[in-house]
C-alpha cells in the first residue's frame, strides 16, 4: 500500500528565495523569510493488475509553505540554499473515473534546495530574477483508511523521498539598503519516480507556486 501514495509527496514546491540587491555591494551574504502557495497537478498511475490496466488519478488540495534561506552574493549571479516546510493533503483518489473510497492523513513535507539566482539589473530597486536549481524532498508516513462493505481499514505508509529541478522567476524591491521584498513564481518538474510495483507506469506532475517574502543582507 505504500506504493497507493504514489505521488504524495510527489513535488511540494521549493520556490528559491531570492537575496535583496544592495547598491555596490557585492559580496554579501543574506538571510530570507517567507511563505506562498501551491498548486499541485493531478498525478495518474496506470497499473495492469490481473490482465488489465487501470488508471488511478491522485487530485490534491493546494497548500502553504513556509521557508527560510541563505545566500551569497557574487555580483550578478548569486547561490542560495533553503529549507521549507509545508503540508501535502490528498483531495480524491480515483479509478477510471470513479472516486475510491479512500483517504489519506496529510503529510508534512520537508524540502532542502540549492539554487543558482541571476538578476537582469542593479540600475534600480526594482531587479527581474530568474532561478535554477534542485530540491531534495521527504515526507513523514501518514494514515490511510479504506471504506469496504461499510467498514474502514486504517494503515500507515511511508513517504517516498523525491528529487526535483525547480524552475522560477520574479523580482527584488528594495526597500532600504539592506532590506528587500521579495516575489516569485516557480514550478517543480519531477527528477525520480515513486517506487511503484513492476509494469507500473506513473506521469509525475509539475507543481505551480508562488512566494513573498523578506531577505536581509549583512
Do not use: C
Request: charged share 20%; net charge negative.
Amino acid at each position: 500500500m505504500k506504493r497507493f501514495l504514489l505521488g504524495l509527496t510527489v513535488l511540494f514546491p521549493f520556490f528559491l528565495t531570492p537575496s535583496i540587491q544592495a547598491e555596490d555591494k557585492d559580496g554579501d551574504f543574506y538571510i530570507s523569510i517567507g511563505g506562498g502557495y501551491q498548486f499541485p497537478q493531478v498525478t495518474t498511475i496506470k497499473a495492469p493488475i490481473a490482465g488489465t490496466t487501470y488508471k488511478l488519478d491522485y487530485e490534491f488540495d493546494g497548500s502553504e509553505n513556509f521557508d527560510l534561506g541563505i545566500g551569497y552574493d557574487f555580483g550578478q549571479w548569486r547561490i542560495h540554499g533553503g529549507f521549507t516546510k509545508g503540508t501535502l493533503s490528498l483531495d480524491s483518489i480515483k479509478r477510471d473515473g470513479t472516486k475510491l473510497a479512500i483517504t489519506v492523513e496529510d503529510i508534512d513535507v520537508t524540502v532542502w534546495g540549492l539554487a543558482a539566482i541571476y538578476e537582469f539589473t542593479k540600475d534600480s530597486k526594482f531587479t527581474p530574477i530568474i532561478m535554477s536549481g534542485l530540491s531534495y524532498q521527504s515526507g513523514t508516513d501518514a494514515l490511510v483508511s479504506v471504506q469496504t462493505g461499510g467498514q474502514n481499514t486504517n494503515f500507515t505508509v511511508s513517504s517516498d523521498e523525491l528529487w526535483a529541478l525547480q524552475l522560477g522567476g520574479g523580482f527584488i524591491y528594495e526597500l532600504k539598503e539592506d532590506i528587500g521584498f521579495y516575489t516569485k513564481v516557480g514550478t517543480a518538474i519531477p527528477l525520480s519516480n515513486s517506487d511503484l510495483p513492476e509494469g507500473w507506469t506513473e506521469e509525475s506532475p509539475t507543481v505551480f507556486g508562488f512566494n513573498i517574502g523578506l531577505m536581509y543582507s549583512f
